[in-house]
């Protein structure tokens, strides 16, 4: 797939609608929307990168998956080791265990489901989680892991040409769903 500049510039848009959420909220309410569009451009780039490989009977589920860990990996551990590198010298013992529960969550791809279970994203709480941002990355990754599969299994079972049908109706379905 060739670099294309205008998701590009919608990735600028999402950016800085988060930071200036996160550091000015009164000035930018919405602005956690930012996070929407990315999974927005992560679904249509996904389905882009699988539909193209299916079409030409090349798709390797492993490459797919190496791939996208290629590209997020590398970053996330080393923001995992610096933190509890920086923890081990300014945390307390029970802080430090709990930083450490979340590097594990943030590293195994299951932090907004512990995120979830901790509290709220808005909670008084919530800024003393370092790792926080890491609950839609977790939720990215899920997507990868399931969604390939899902593609691989309707175009065994429904052929290649439905899957654009099937994904067109359960994204109208899923919408009015999630607007109810």
């Not at 798709?59 to 080791?81: S, T």
């Not at 610096?82 to 299951?110: D, M, N």
């Not at 609950?135 to 439905?162: D, H, N, T």
Request: glycine letters at 6%; hydrophobic letters at 55%; aromatic letters at 18%.
């Amino acid at each position: 797939m060739n670099f294309r500049q205008d998701i590009n510039g919608l990735r600028a848009l999402a950016v800085i609608s988060v930071t200036l959420f996160h550091f000015f909220p009164k000035l930018l309410p919405g602005g956690f929307v930012g996070v929407d569009i990315f999974f927005v451009i992560s679904g249509f780039l996904m389905t882009s990168i699988i539909f193209n490989q299916l079409g030409k009977g090349d798709f390797n589920l492993l490459n797919f998956y190496v791939a996208r860990a290629r590209r997020i990996v590398p970053a996330l551990l080393v923001l995992c080791i610096i933190l509890l590198v920086y923890g081990w010298f300014l945390l307390l013992p029970i802080e430090y265990k709990q930083l450490s529960k979340h590097v594990i969550s943030s590293i195994t791809f299951l932090s907004n489901f512990i995120y979830f279970r901790e509290s709220g994203y808005f909670g008084t709480g919530s800024h003393e989680k370092w790792l926080l941002h890491t609950w839609s990355l977790s939720v990215e990754w899920q997507f990868y892991i399931l969604y390939p599969l899902v593609l691989m299994a309707l175009k065994r079972f429904v052929g290649l040409s439905s899957i654009r049908i099937v994904i067109l109706f359960s994204t109208i379905f899923l919408f009015i769903f999630s607007v109810y």
